[in-house]
């Protein structure tokens, strides 16, 4: 199943309810998600994040949070508020 943006234009109420069945629907098959949204990456195996089309770091959130590149730097910007629009895909 592909997915991309699909709780963007979303309330929170039907977005947690979508990505409840997102999660449940995950235990059986592969979800390819595509999001700008982290937190929504942080749910996933695998986590692939781009730059001008260009796939620039991959892994899950610690290893990325490890690696201090453009994850790390949207992460941190996202917890202190100043977040910038950086384009993560999440598989």
Do not use: C
């Not at 595509?34 to 770091?57: C, S, Y």
């Not at 990325?64 to 996202?78: I, S």
Request: glycine letters at 6%; a negative charge; charged letters at 20%.
């Amino acid at each position: 199943m592909i997915l991309d943006e699909a709780t963007s234009a979303l309330d929170l109420v039907t977005e947690a309810g979508i990505l409840a069945t997102i999660d449940h629907l995950a235990k059986e098959r592969t979800i390819i998600m595509i999001t700008h949204r982290i937190t929504q990456a942080l749910r996933a195996d695998k986590i692939f994040v781009l730059e001008n089309g260009t796939i620039v770091a991959s892994g899950n959130h610690t290893e990325l949070l490890k690696k201090e590149g453009v994850y790390a730097t949207l992460w941190q910007q996202m917890n202190t508020g100043n977040s910038n629009s950086i384009e993560i895909t999440s598989v």
